[in-house]
């Protein structure tokens, strides 16, 4: 007989957490009939400086299917937080699930961005992405480097081996499900090696709340300048220079200058 739901809860607390975020933002997406469009990243979105997208179209999922294979494969991956003894441990787990979230994005945008100026593929221009597989990949690699021994287990019945995990689950994923995002889980897997085989690395926790601090501020300021929230206590305003934007916080008198961004499809990740 298997150990209680409630004792490997405890075991994996940020991963838990992470899928009941997961979860909350699904649930409140089909209440509120919100669609993909509304919190997916897109390249034309992006470039009109919705850059919030970035985080909110990693925690949303469209379907029920599509967030429970997504935080099926994310619990299994949870281990990563039972292995202090090798380096990792939940405090590692939650630094670079900041990383992987934030630049796995950036990296997507990248990929659309060459794509589309190089090879002037205007689909990649209107694809919307949504979903949390790009860090699922992203933890994906770094196991299959750091425990390669490990297995992974799917809906409790499917395991497959680690070293093997993110290349099958890629290939798998682009025959099987159509709109799954190829581009969206390589980039997963690109990040994964590049925090697995210490190209990025020297997270610790006082960077990881200082990045935290930044993409809140973004993810803020990029909410109102794009019209998508009205905070209240924040007013963008033009400047003498056309080319530059103000910020002014309603009630204080201090000022930022920053420079302004000129102004179809659904993917899966």
């Not at 379907?63 to 935080?71: G, Y």
């Not at 670079?96 to 990929?111: E, N």
Request: hydrophobic share 50%.
């Amino acid at each position: 007989m298997g150990r209680p739901l409630f004792y490997e809860i405890l075991e994996k607390p940020s991963t838990s957490c992470i899928i009941g975020i997961c979860s909350a933002v699904w649930f409140y997406i089909q209440k509120k009939g919100i669609g993909y469009q509304h919190v997916g990243l897109s390249y034309g979105t992006a470039v009109e400086g919705h850059h919030w997208r970035i985080i909110t179209s990693a925690f949303s999922h469209i379907s029920v299917i599509h967030l429970v294979f997504n935080m099926s494969a994310l619990w299994s991956l949870g281990v990563v937080e039972q292995l202090g003894h090798l380096g990792l441990g939940v405090a590692y787990y939650l630094q670079y699930t900041l990383v992987l979230v934030a630049l796995s994005g950036l990296l997507v945008l990248g990929m659309y961005h060459f794509l589309i100026q190089r090879f002037k593929i205007e689909y990649f221009r209107r694809v919307t992405a949504v979903g949390y597989s790009c860090v699922v990949f992203g933890w994906m690699t770094i196991l299959s480097v750091k425990q390669p021994s490990s297995k992974l287990d799917l809906f409790g019945f499917l395991s497959l081996p680690i070293s093997f995990a993110p290349f099958e689950s890629l290939i798998f994923t682009s025959i099987i499900v159509p709109q799954a995002s190829f581009l969206g889980h390589l980039s997963g897997i690109i990040i994964g090696y590049a925090i697995a085989w210490g190209l990025i690395h020297g997270m610790t926790n006082y960077w990881a709340i200082s990045m935290l601090g930044w993409i809140v501020v973004v993810f803020v300021f990029s909410l109102k300048r794009s019209g998508a929230y009205n905070f209240n206590f924040l007013e963008i305003e033009s400047v003498t220079d056309p080319s530059l934007r103000s910020v002014r916080f309603i009630g204080n008198a201090r000022t930022l200058q920053m420079s302004t961004i000129p102004v179809g499809g659904i993917e899966m990740v």
